[in-house]
Protein backbone atom coordinates (compact mmCIF):
# COMPACT_ATOMS: atom_id res chain seq x y z
CA UNK A 1 0.00 0.00 0.00
CA UNK A 2 2.78 2.20 0.90
CA UNK A 3 3.26 3.07 -3.38
CA UNK A 4 -0.38 3.81 -3.52
CA UNK A 5 -0.12 7.19 -1.48
CA UNK A 6 0.75 9.59 -4.33
CA UNK A 7 -0.58 7.73 -7.78
CA UNK A 8 -2.30 8.76 -10.75
CA UNK A 9 -3.09 6.92 -13.48
CA UNK A 10 -4.84 8.66 -16.63
CA UNK A 11 -6.31 7.84 -20.26
CA UNK A 12 -6.46 10.22 -22.94
CA UNK A 13 -5.68 12.26 -25.68
CA UNK A 14 -2.59 14.66 -26.14
CA UNK A 15 -3.09 18.34 -26.87
CA UNK A 16 -0.01 19.14 -28.46
CA UNK A 17 3.31 17.67 -28.94
CA UNK A 18 5.63 17.21 -26.35
CA UNK A 19 7.66 20.49 -25.46
CA UNK A 20 11.30 19.20 -25.08
CA UNK A 21 13.79 20.48 -23.76
CA UNK A 22 17.79 19.34 -22.79
CA UNK A 23 18.89 20.88 -19.27
CA UNK A 24 22.70 21.64 -18.84
CA UNK A 25 23.57 18.02 -17.05
CA UNK A 26 22.18 16.46 -20.82
CA UNK A 27 18.74 15.40 -18.85
CA UNK A 28 15.55 15.64 -20.92
CA UNK A 29 12.64 17.52 -19.97
CA UNK A 30 9.37 16.85 -21.94
CA UNK A 31 6.06 19.16 -20.95
CA UNK A 32 2.96 18.11 -22.45
CA UNK A 33 -1.17 18.27 -21.88
CA UNK A 34 -3.93 15.26 -21.79
CA UNK A 35 -7.24 15.67 -21.70
CA UNK A 36 -9.67 12.87 -20.82
CA UNK A 37 -13.59 13.07 -20.89
CA UNK A 38 -16.09 11.62 -18.87
CA UNK A 39 -19.29 11.31 -20.84
CA UNK A 40 -22.86 11.08 -18.42
CA UNK A 41 -26.44 12.20 -18.89
CA UNK A 42 -28.43 14.91 -17.01
CA UNK A 43 -31.32 15.26 -15.29
CA UNK A 44 -33.32 16.08 -19.17
CA UNK A 45 -31.22 12.89 -20.16
CA UNK A 46 -29.31 14.28 -22.53
CA UNK A 47 -25.59 13.37 -22.76
CA UNK A 48 -22.85 15.77 -21.13
CA UNK A 49 -19.31 14.99 -22.28
CA UNK A 50 -16.58 16.86 -19.51
CA UNK A 51 -13.24 17.58 -20.20
CA UNK A 52 -10.48 18.11 -18.00
CA UNK A 53 -7.17 18.72 -19.03
CA UNK A 54 -3.87 18.07 -16.65
CA UNK A 55 -0.38 18.92 -17.16
CA UNK A 56 2.25 16.70 -17.52
CA UNK A 57 5.96 16.65 -16.79
CA UNK A 58 8.52 14.03 -17.89
CA UNK A 59 12.28 13.38 -16.95
CA UNK A 60 14.95 11.54 -18.09
CA UNK A 61 14.24 8.35 -20.57
CA UNK A 62 10.63 9.02 -20.13
CA UNK A 63 11.28 12.08 -21.61
CA UNK A 64 12.97 11.00 -24.52
CA UNK A 65 10.39 7.93 -25.19
CA UNK A 66 7.68 10.52 -25.10
CA UNK A 67 9.57 12.92 -27.31
CA UNK A 68 9.93 10.23 -30.02
CA UNK A 69 5.90 8.38 -29.90
CA UNK A 70 3.69 11.20 -28.62
CA UNK A 71 2.26 13.66 -30.63
CA UNK A 72 -1.17 15.47 -30.54
CA UNK A 73 -3.92 13.51 -30.71
CA UNK A 74 -2.08 10.67 -29.24
CA UNK A 75 -4.13 8.36 -27.57
CA UNK A 76 -2.30 7.37 -23.90
CA UNK A 77 -2.58 5.60 -20.68
CA UNK A 78 -0.02 6.83 -18.20
CA UNK A 79 1.23 6.66 -14.86
CA UNK A 80 2.71 9.05 -12.32
CA UNK A 81 2.80 11.34 -9.50
CA UNK A 82 0.55 14.68 -8.51
CA UNK A 83 3.36 17.95 -7.43
CA UNK A 84 2.49 21.03 -6.50
CA UNK A 85 4.79 23.99 -6.95
CA UNK A 86 4.68 27.59 -6.80
CA UNK A 87 6.48 30.73 -8.30
CA UNK A 88 6.29 34.39 -8.73
CA UNK A 89 5.60 35.73 -12.78
CA UNK A 90 7.12 38.64 -14.53
CA UNK A 91 5.14 41.19 -11.80
CA UNK A 92 6.07 39.14 -8.41
CA UNK A 93 2.79 37.37 -8.16
CA UNK A 94 2.69 34.10 -6.62
CA UNK A 95 1.59 31.48 -9.30
CA UNK A 96 0.68 28.11 -8.10
CA UNK A 97 1.13 25.03 -10.62
CA UNK A 98 -0.72 21.32 -10.16
CA UNK A 99 1.04 18.41 -12.42
CA UNK A 100 2.07 15.09 -13.34
CA UNK A 101 5.17 13.71 -12.98
CA UNK A 102 4.60 10.90 -15.67
CA UNK A 103 6.73 7.89 -14.49
CA UNK A 104 5.47 5.57 -17.49
CA UNK A 105 3.38 5.61 -20.18
CA UNK A 106 1.91 3.21 -22.46
CA UNK A 107 0.89 4.38 -26.45
CA UNK A 108 -2.78 3.22 -27.47
CA UNK A 109 -3.57 4.90 -30.19
CA UNK A 110 -2.29 7.17 -32.70
CA UNK A 111 -4.93 9.62 -34.78
CA UNK A 112 -1.97 10.55 -36.83
CA UNK A 113 -1.30 7.47 -38.14
CA UNK A 114 -4.80 6.51 -38.60
CA UNK A 115 -5.17 9.27 -41.10
Known amino acids: MFALKNKVQLIGNLGNN ?8 GKKMARFSVATNETYRNAKG ?3 VETQWHNLIAWGKVAEIAEKLLHKG ?4 LEGK ?3 RSYNDKEGIKKYVTE ?7 LLGDKQAKA
Do not use: M, R, Y
Open 74 to 77: SEVA
Open 100 to 106: IQVSEFL
Open 18 to 25: PEVKTLDS
Open 46 to 48: EKV
Open 82 to 84: LLN
